[in-house]
């Protein structure tokens, strides 16, 4: 089946710690985006990328980093410099221009304990 | 800078009504606007598009939107509302004239369709 995964599905990080989060893709799809899911506020753009080995930030990347080394791969570091990372991580795909939708993972619940 | 406004925090509509989920953007050129709608506790879906053309787009489930350049709105619509489409809803937005793939989204809205 085609699709994207994200692993794992809930984290518990102590303060202080790094965390990386997984998404991977099979759709052959080009562009890979990270999202912040908070209630009230929304999707948040964390990094998008566009093609391998090129990323650009969003609006809320500090304290975050990210690598595209593979087509297919697109992880997420959350450091400890992110002031408050509690919360829902969403990963996504598209297509190789900008009119292209995404196709989301099921996401990743980030908890801070 | 692009932004999107979802004026609504939340929907109500009994079931068999007509529903809109509304949605105001801003960019600085010709906009892409998508929906995408979310269940508990899931990831997002894709339901449709507008990229040029015809102002009315259909999409997924019996979705229908409405581009409106003067008013810079994208309203989502449905003739009748199901149950089954109480979820959360999200409107975005690209700059088509930058060509790039930065995408804002709007803080959503959840709609409760009541039997």
């Keep these: ?113 | 800078a692009q932004s999107v406004a979802q004026p609504e925090d939340q929907v109500n509509v009994a079931e068999g009504n007509p529903l809109t989920v509304k949605c105001t953007y801003s960019v600085s050129g010709n906009p892409y606007l998508f929906w995408y709608v979310q269940y508990p506790n899931r990831g997002l879906q894709f339901l449709l598009k507008y990229i040029t053309g015809d102002n009315l787009v259909k999409g997924s489930y019996g979705f229908e939107a409405e581009f409106n350049k003067s008013q810079t709105s994208f309203h989502l619509k449905k003739p009748s509302a199901l149950v089954s489409d109480s979820a959360l809803y999200f409107c975005a937005v690209r700059d088509a004239g930058t060509g790039g793939f930065k995408t804002i989204f709007g803080a959503g809205t959840r709609l409760f369709v009541k039997a």
């Design chain 1, 1 to 113: 089946d085609g699709g994207i995964t994200q692993s794992p599905k809930y984290l518990f990080r102590k303060e202080g710690q790094n965390v990386t989060l997984s998404c991977e893709q099979n759709l052959n799809h080009d562009a890979m985006y990270w999202y912040r899911q908070d209630p009230g506020q929304g999707l948040r753009l964390i990094y998008y990328s566009q093609i391998v080995n090129d990323f650009q930030k969003g609006d809320i990347a500090e304290g975050y980093s990210v690598s595209r080394e593979k087509k297919e791969s697109f992880p997420l570091t959350v450091t400890s410099a992110q002031k408050n990372p509690t919360a829902f991580y969403l990963c996504a795909s598209g297509g190789g221009s900008s009119y292209n939708e995404q196709f989301f993972g099921p996401g990743t619940r980030l908890t801070v304990l």
